[in-house]
T-cell receptor, first 117, second 115 residues
Framework: SQTIHQWPATLVQPVGSPLSLECTVE??????LYWYRQAAGRGLQLLFY??????ISSEVPQNLSASRPQDRQFILSSKKLLLSDSGFYLC????????????????FGPGTRLTVL | AQSVSQHNHHVILSEAASLELGCNYS??????LFWYVQYPGQHLQLLLK??????LVKGIKGFEAEFIKSKFSFNLRKPSVQWSDTAEYFC?????????????FGQGTTLQVKP
């Protein structure tokens, strides 16, 4: 069966510090990978998605970047954190097919709670 | 702007009451529809999904949702809630015209069931 891991679970960082959040998926190959953020009082917002190694699409302009150095690894980074980067970050995966999303379903990891002070 | 709206932000019910959570979206064309649930301290989990076919879909734990295309709605229902249904519920839409798997989420509804 497939499992998705995120770490760390919680993180408190000062403004201006760098960030690296990691997501890994087990039990599948060539998944689609996604990063979402849930800010306080708001729904989940898609930040980045990836359909393959080195292929990253950004959904919103922001202080963050994403990378996919390995097939089942997705990393969310920042060089300098802002207060507004605080939130709950969720990674998700889905099965990559022949780019047919008509039956695509995403499965979510446990999330990372980031507080920027 | 295209969006997903969940009308109820916070719902409080007594056990055995019936539940209906509203979800409306503003995307034209073909969509995939989902309800996710997050129980306290747990992962976001898939509750049910609609891709095509019968507009009434059944999910886990006695939940069901009805897709009404003319109303752009996908409301979640349960005839009799239990205390263990206390959770946050998210409606999500994948507009297939985007040709990606990305989901657009509603703001979520917090359901509190009193024993």
């Amino acid at each position: 069966s497939q499992t998705i891991h995120q770490w760390p679970a919680t993180l408190v960082q000062p403004v201006g510090s760098p960030l690296s959040l990691e997501c890994t998926v087990e039990g599948t190959s060539n998944p689609n990978l996604y990063w979402y953020r849930q800010a306080a009082g708001r729904g989940l917002q898609l930040l980045f998605y990836s359909v393959g190694i080195g292929q990253i699409s950004s959904e919103v302009p922001q202080n963050l970047s994403a990378s996919r150095p390995q097939d089942r690894q997705f990393i969310l980074s920042s060089k300098k954190l802002l207060l507004s980067d605080s939130g709950f970050y969720l990674c998700a995966w889905s099965r990559a097919g022949p780019r047919d999303y008509r039956t695509d379903t995403q499965y979510f990891g446990p999330g990372t709670r980031l507080t920027v002070l | 702007a295209q969006s997903v709206s969940q009308h109820n932000h916070h719902v409080i019910l007594s056990e055995a009451a019936s539940l209906e959570l509203g979800c409306n979206y503003s995307y034209g064309g073909t969509v995939n529809l989902f309800w996710y649930v997050q129980y306290p301290g747990q992962h976001l989990q898939l509750l049910l999904k609609y891709f095509s076919g019968d507009p009434l879909v059944k999910g886990i734990k006695g939940f069901e949702a009805e897709f009404i295309k003319s109303k752009f709605s996908f409301n979640l229902r349960k005839p009799s809630v239990q205390w263990s249904d206390t959770a946050e519920y998210f409606c999500a839409v994948n507009p297939l015209s985007s040709n990606t798997g990305k989901l657009i989420f509603g703001q979520g509804t917090t359901l509190q069931v009193k024993p």
